[in-house]
């Protein structure tokens, strides 16, 4: 396994308010992995993505893209279990369990905040009326999972930050504007969700 | 590692037309399992959910689900994941690789499956007018870039039948229909991916 080190050649493709890159950016920190190359991409200008970018990831031409020793891979869930799989980093910690049962699971939440509370959390901030309070109503049910998920535990991945926890916690960053915006309490429903996030 | 064998009590429960429970089958099948109970679900009628289905998957009340030992694993990638990783069976063969980043490539390449072959497939065969031309469009679009990935190789997997093939080919079993539904041929646009299938 790698270290993450001096040997190894680390790009990230980026852009600051991406979600999914800070999970990117969340993992390496995680694994206490700092010497890598951050290239922001201009994803707000039609036509401005990078030759890099576009060479990287040819087939979805978004960010983020980490790029390990010339190799791209994209997607940012699969791109931190790589690095939970192939970087061991300073901190030598792993996100996914060792026990395959677990893993499982962990995939199996991750992948529920990637198709129930991604596509909601857009619209609660995006859209007004009927729109946003179903957007609200739907992305209340998937936090109250999550939080019966999360049970007594201090993070998803138990007594450690994990998979999951590195999956949701850029959400937490915007619960600010969709309680603003949506003119809601997430506390109120979920305090324990926005404790593990404080 | 499992080898799926007697001691092991391996529940599957399906329906048939699910494409997503094929891919279940089909990977049990490769690893030459087949000593598991498939238990049919009625997924047509209003509430006849059974009561192992609600308590197996709670969070998507949706199958396929996999039991194994009493431990129930849910969303089909996942559990295809979950049964390279931990069930030997027969054949002993890995649907995934073992280099870490042609794994990711082949996660990559089957999320891109439920992603962009999935959605505009069902839109082929439901819908008529703009709405079926622009899915046929986009269905086409995906195809050939996993055209462009299989490129000579017999399979995804390359020699073997692997990870994004089982991805797959429940899609391919439905090309008939979508060419009837649409009238377009895949073939003549994509006669890599229909020589694969066959």
Same mark, same amino acid.
């Given at each position: 396994?790698? $270290?993450?080190?001096?040997?190894?050649?680390?790009?990230?493709?980026?852009? +600051?308010?991406?979600?999914?890159?800070?999970?990117? #950016?969340?993992?390496?920190?995680?694994?206490?992995?700092?010497?890598?190359?951050? %290239?922001?991409?201009?994803?707000?200008?039609?036509?401005?993505?990078?030759?890099?970018?576009?060479?990287?990831?040819?087939?979805?031409?978004?960010?983020?893209?980490?790029?390990?020793?010339? %190799?791209?891979?994209?997607?940012?869930?699969?791109?931190?279990?790589?690095?939970?799989?192939?970087?061991?980093?300073?901190?030598?910690?792993?996100?996914?369990?060792?026990?395959?049962? #677990?893993?499982?699971?962990?995939?199996?939440?991750?992948? !529920?905040?990637?198709?129930?509370?991604?596509?909601?959390?857009?619209?609660?901030?995006?859209? $007004?009326?009927?729109?946003?309070?179903?957007?609200?109503?739907?992305?209340?049910?998937?936090?109250?999972?999550?939080?019966?998920?999360?049970?007594?535990?201090?993070? !998803?991945?138990?007594?450690?930050?994990?998979?999951?926890?590195?999956?949701?916690?850029?959400?937490?960053? +915007? !619960?600010?504007?969709?309680?603003?915006?949506?003119?809601?309490?997430?506390?109120?429903?979920?305090? %324990?969700?926005?404790?593990?996030?404080?």
């Amino acid at each position: 396994m790698a $270290k993450g080190g001096k040997d190894e050649e680390l790009i990230l493709l980026d852009h +600051w308010v991406s979600l999914f890159s800070m999970r990117v #950016r969340v993992a390496l920190a995680e694994k206490g992995i700092t010497n890598y190359e951050c %290239k922001e991409e201009n994803i707000t200008i039609l036509g401005g993505k990078s030759p890099m970018l576009l060479e990287m990831n040819p087939v979805h031409k978004q960010i983020p893209v980490l790029i390990h020793n010339s %190799k791209p891979i994209s997607e940012s869930l699969i791109i931190v279990e790589y690095i939970d799989e192939v970087l061991m980093g300073k901190s030598g910690s792993k996100l996914l369990p060792s026990d395959p049962y #677990r893993r499982s699971q962990g995939r199996f939440w991750a992948h !529920f905040v990637d198709t129930k509370v991604y596509p909601p959390s857009w619209n609660i901030w995006r859209t $007004k009326g009927e729109t946003q309070e179903k957007a609200k109503a739907d992305f209340i049910e998937s936090l109250k999972a999550l939080e019966d998920e999360l049970g007594e535990k201090c993070y !998803f991945g138990g007594e450690n930050f994990g998979f999951v926890d590195v999956a949701l916690i850029p959400f937490y960053c +915007w !619960f600010y504007t969709y309680e603003v915006c949506g003119n809601f309490s997430i506390e109120a429903v979920c305090p %324990k969700i926005v404790a593990w996030g404080k």
